[in-house]
C-alpha cells in the first residue's frame, strides 16, 4: 500500500522567515504533485514534478523531487501572509492513474 | 482552463434521505473521482471511474454508490445518508493518457446530515 507522509501536519512561521515542508512516500514514483487549499476552497494544483531531481519554483516557493530518498519538498522563502493555506502532497503510484494524498501541512504565516 | 463543477456548495439532509451529489467537468476528461476530506483525515478516495458506466471502488466505498451515464458527469450517491457522511466531498477529473496525471478539483461540497 502506498503511504504519503507529510511533515509537519502544523507549521506557524512569522512573516519574512524560510522555512519547508517534507513528503515522503513509500513506493517508487517519479512523479509527484504538490496542491495548495485555502480555508473552505478546494485544492488547487501547483506544481508537478516529474523525474528525479526536478525543481520548480513559483514565487516564495519551490519544490523539488528526490526520487533515491522518495522525498519531495516545499521550500517557502520570506514568508507573507498570503501564503497561509494547507499545502497537500500526493503521489500516483505508477501503474494507473490514482492520487495518493498526504495529510496536508496547515501553514500560518503571522505577521 | 479546466473547469470542474459540483451542483452544490453547501447541503443539509435528514438521516435515511438519499442524497445525489453532481459534477461535470468540461475538458472531456476520461477520469473522474470522487473524494471526502475530513479534518485529520486528510483526502480519502471514494470511488472513481476511466470511462462512461466503468467504476471502481476506493479507499472508503462502503454507504456509497456512484454512476456515470456521460463522460462530462459523474454522480456520487448515498443511498440513505448517515450522520458519519457529514463531510467535505471533492470530485476531480483528469486525463487518462499519462503522466501526469495531474488532477483537477471541484470547488467541494460541504454536506451536513442532521
Known amino acids: 500500500e502506498l503511504k504519503v507522509e507529510q511533515n509537519p501536519l502544523f507549521l506557524s512561521m512569522q512573516e519574512g522567515k524560510n522555512y519547508t515542508i517534507y513528503c515522503n512516500y513509500s513506493?517508487?514514483?517519479?512523479?509527484l504533485y504538490w496542491y495548495r487549499q485555502d480555508p473552505g476552497k478546494s485544492l488547487e494544483s501547483l506544481f508537478v514534478l516529474l523525474s528525479n531531481g526536478a525543481v520548480k519554483q513559483e514565487g516564495r516557493l519551490m519544490a523539488s523531487l528526490d526520487t533515491k530518498a522518495r522525498l519531495s519538498t516545499l521550500h517557502i522563502t520570506a514568508a507573507v501572509h498570503d501564503l497561509s493555506a494547507t499545502y497537500f502532497c500526493a503521489v500516483d503510484g505508477g501503474s494507473n492513474y490514482k492520487l495518493t494524498f498526504g495529510k496536508g501541512t496547515l501553514l500560518t504565516v503571522n505577521p | 482552463d479546466v473547469k470542474v463543477t459540483q451542483s452544490s456548495r453547501y447541503l443539509v439532509k435528514r438521516t435515511g434521505e438519499k442524497v445525489f451529489l453532481e459534477c461535470v467537468q468540461d475538458?472531456?476528461?476520461?477520469?473522474m473521482f470522487w473524494y471526502r476530506q475530513d479534518p485529520g483525515l486528510g483526502l480519502r478516495l471514494i470511488y472513481f471511474?476511466?470511462?462512461?458506466?466503468?467504476?471502481e471502488k476506493g479507499d472508503i466505498p462502503e454507504g456509497y454508490s456512484v454512476s456515470r451515464e456521460k463522460k462530462e458527469r459523474f454522480s456520487l450517491i448515498l443511498e440513505s445518508a448517515s450522520t458519519n457522511q457529514t463531510s467535505m466531498y471533492l470530485c476531480a477529473s483528469s486525463l487518462l493518457a499519462g503522466p501526469p496525471f495531474e488532477q483537477y478539483f471541484g470547488p467541494g461540497t460541504r454536506l451536513t446530515v442532521t
Open positions: 513506493t517508487t514514483s517519479d512523479r
Open positions: 471511474s476511466y470511462d462512461v458506466k466503468m467504476k
Open positions: 475538458m472531456d476528461h476520461e477520469n
